[in-house]
Each structure stands twice: as structure tokens, then as C-alpha cells.
């Protein structure tokens, strides 16, 4: 029963999220996997981590890798930064390594707390990598719904 388990859970661990792009028109990942996510809108708990990664090959190269998280409710954009330590991408590479190289793969590992100031909605998240002049290396849109804890 086990190994049936096993077998029936693996598709959805190898397939990533679908994932919408940008306004800007930046690249999207190749892939992007969301801990306990297959389809849009993942369900975070307030408090609880936001945790994936990210496979991409780097459009150019760059000494340094930014990276910014943005929460949209509809237009507006809700006030959100990431924690100073994770705006440095570059710490948090599992595959591939600062300065870039163009045509790099690279694996980008988040894992960040969820804040929302209250519960019950669904949202945006905007993530996006860039390089030494600030110009996206990838960016991607996918909603998440925002519950209790």
C-alpha cells in the first residue's frame, strides 16, 4: 500500500506550478515548485512558510542576484519586503553559483514566513530575480489564498 502511495504521489512532486508571467514580460522560470501546491491558488496559513524552488537559466550574466517578493490584492500592491538576509538570491542557490554566468541553470530555493494582514483572501505573489542593473532575470505571477492559521 505503501509503494502504491509512493508511485501515485510522484507525478505530482515532478510536475511544477504553472505559473503566469509577469507584466513587465520578464522570462519565467522553467519550472517552479511549490511545497504542498500542484495547482493555483496555493493555500498559505498566516505564519506558515511560503517554500519552493525555482529551476531557470540565467539570460546573462551578473556578479549579484536580487531577489524581491510582492503581494498584489487585485491592483493594488500590499506593503511586503523580504527579509534583508533573503534579498541576496545568490545565498540561496542549491544549483549554480555568484557571479552568473549566461546560459547558467540555476535552482533558487525560497523559503520565507507568510505575512497577510488578515485572512480569508486571495493573492498575488510576484517573485523576481535581478541582476547587477536591476533588470529581471525571471519574474512570474501565481495567486495564493490566504487562510487562518
Aim: glycine share 6%; proline share 9%.
Amino acid at each position: 500500500m505503501k509503494c502504491l502511495l509512493v508511485v501515485a504521489l510522484l507525478p505530482a512532486l515532478a510536475l511544477g506550478l504553472a505559473v503566469r508571467p509577469c507584466p513587465n514580460n520578464a522570462p519565467i522560470p522553467q519550472d517552479v515548485r511549490v511545497v504542498g501546491c500542484a495547482a493555483e491558488p496555493c493555500v498559505i496559513p498566516i505564519g506558515g512558510m511560503v517554500d519552493m524552488d525555482c529551476d531557470f537559466l540565467s539570460p546573462r550574466a551578473s556578479n549579484t542576484v536580487g531577489a524581491a517578493l510582492e503581494i498584489f490584492l487585485g491592483d493594488f500592491r500590499v506593503p511586503y519586503e523580504l527579509p534583508a538576509n533573503q534579498q541576496n538570491a545568490c545565498n540561496f542557490f542549491e544549483a549554480g553559483s555568484c557571479p552568473v554566468a549566461q546560459g547558467e541553470f540555476i535552482n533558487y530555493h525560497l523559503s520565507t514566513p507568510a505575512a497577510a494582514p488578515f485572512a480569508g483572501i486571495t493573492v498575488d505573489l510576484q517573485l523576481q530575480l535581478t541582476d547587477d542593473n536591476g533588470e529581471p532575470l525571471f519574474c512570474f505571477r501565481s495567486s495564493a489564498q490566504i487562510v487562518a492559521a
